[in-house]
C-alpha cells in the first residue's frame, strides 16, 4: 500500500479514533491532541476572523477545517499525500479553506500571521533549518504555534522496537530553544500535555484491539500491529518522562540570524527528503 494513500486509513480508524476521545473532543484529528487542546493552541496563537494561517504537515486537516470553522480565519494546509488532500477538500465543504499538495520542505511563501505544525516537529531532522524556514514565512510579529516531542534522541535500541524509526528524531528541550531564538521566534506559551496525551494513547490501543478484524481488513495485520506496538512505545515513554509532548507558540521578534547552516531548500536539492503521513503519524521518504 502507497504511503500516500490515505482513505483506507481514515476509514479503518475513524470508530477507534472517536472512542479514544471524549465526547465533542475528536475533530478528525490524526494525533493525540484533544479538539480543546487545539482551540486553547489557535486562541494563543492570535487565531481569529481574516488571520491568515498555514498548517504544515495538515492531513485530511480536521484541526484546520476545526479552527476555520470556530475562528472564521484564512486557511491554507499542506500536505504531501495527494490522498489525505482530496478528503480534506471533500470534507471542508463550503468552509474557506485553501488546500496544497506539497513537499515540506520547502515552506510556501508567506507571509502569513500564523503558522501550525501539529504533531509532526519529530518527523524533521533538522529542526533548526525548518524553524528557520517558518520564520521567514511569519510576518513581524507572526506566531508560530506547533506541538513536540521532547527527548533524547533515541538509541539504537529504542529504534529497532519503533515502527517506522526513520521518521522518530526526539530533540532536547533546551535545543529547540536554541533553534527558537535563532530563527528569531520568542516563545510566548509553553505547556506540557504529556498526561492527557498518554491518556489519549492508551485509549486508542484498547480501540484498536476492540475493532481489530474490521481495522485489519482495512489496512492490513501488519499496519494495525505497527499502530499498536508504536502507541504502547509513545504510551510507555510518556508514563516513565523518557519523552515529554510540549506545546508552544513563539512569536517572530526579529529576523532569522545566519546560522551557517543549508536551507531547508539546499537540503532538499541534496537529500529530497520528503515528509508524508499515513494513518496519524508522519513519515520521512528519502527519494
Known amino acids: 500500500m502507497k504511503q500516500d494513500e490515505r482513505a483506507p486509513f481514515v476509514h479503518a480508524l475513524e470508530r477507534a479514533r472517536v472512542a479514544a476521545y471524549a465526547p465533542g473532543e475528536f475533530v478528525e484529528q490524526e494525533s493525540f491532541m484533544s479538539a480543546g487542546e487545539i482551540l486553547a493552541l489557535a486562541c494563543q496563537a492570535g487565531v481569529a476572523s481574516g488571520v491568515s494561517v498555514l498548517d504544515l504537515c495538515c492531513g485530511v486537516a480536521g484541526p484546520g477545517r476545526f479552527i476555520t470553522r470556530e475562528f472564521g480565519c484564512r486557511y491554507l494546509g499542506v500536505d504531501f499525500s495527494a490522498s489525505a488532500i482530496e478528503i480534506a477538500r471533500e470534507r471542508a465543504g463550503d468552509l474557506p479553506c485553501r488546500f496544497e499538495v506539497s513537499r515540506i520542505p520547502p515552506i510556501p511563501q508567506g507571509p502569513f500571521d500564523v503558522v501550525l505544525l501539529l504533531e509532526t516537529m519529530l518527523a524533521f531532522p533538522d ?3 525548518l524553524l528557520q524556514e517558518v520564520s521567514r514565512a511569519l510576518t513581524s510579529g507572526g506566531r508560530f504555534a506547533f506541538t513536540m516531542e521532547e527527548g ?13 524509526a526513520d521518521t522518530v528524531w526526539l530533540s ?7 533553534s527558537l531564538e535563532r530563527a528569531g521566534l ?12 498518554r491518556a489519549v494513547a492508551d485509549l486508542s490501543i484498547d480501540a484498536f484491539e476492540a475493532d481489530a478484524a474490521d481495522i485489519a481488513a482495512g489496512i492490513g495485520r501488519r499496519a494495525l500491529e505497527d499502530l499498536v506496538t ?3 512505545l509513545w504510551s510507555y515513554w510518556l508514563q516513565t518522562r523518557r519523552v515529554r509532548k510540549i506545546a508552544f507558540v513563539a512569536e517572530k521578534t526579529e529576523p532569522p540570524r545566519a546560522s551557517g547552516l543549508r536551507s531547508m531548500r539546499q537540503l532538499r536539492a541534496d537529500q529530497q527528503d520528503v515528509v508524508v ?3 496519524g503519524r508522519h513519515h520521512l521518504r528519502r527519494r
Open 127 to 129: 529542526k533548526d533549518a
Open 152 to 164: 533524547l534522541p533515541l538509541t539504537e535500541s529504542e529504534r529497532k522496537r519503533m515502527p517506522d
Open 172 to 178: 532536547p528541550l533546551e535545543d529547540i530553544l536554541t
Open 186 to 197: 520568542a516563545v510566548r506559551c509553553q505547556e506540557d500535555r504529556s498526561p492527557s496525551h
Open 230 to 232: 508504536a502507541h504502547r
Open 277 to 279: 503521513s499515513v494513518g
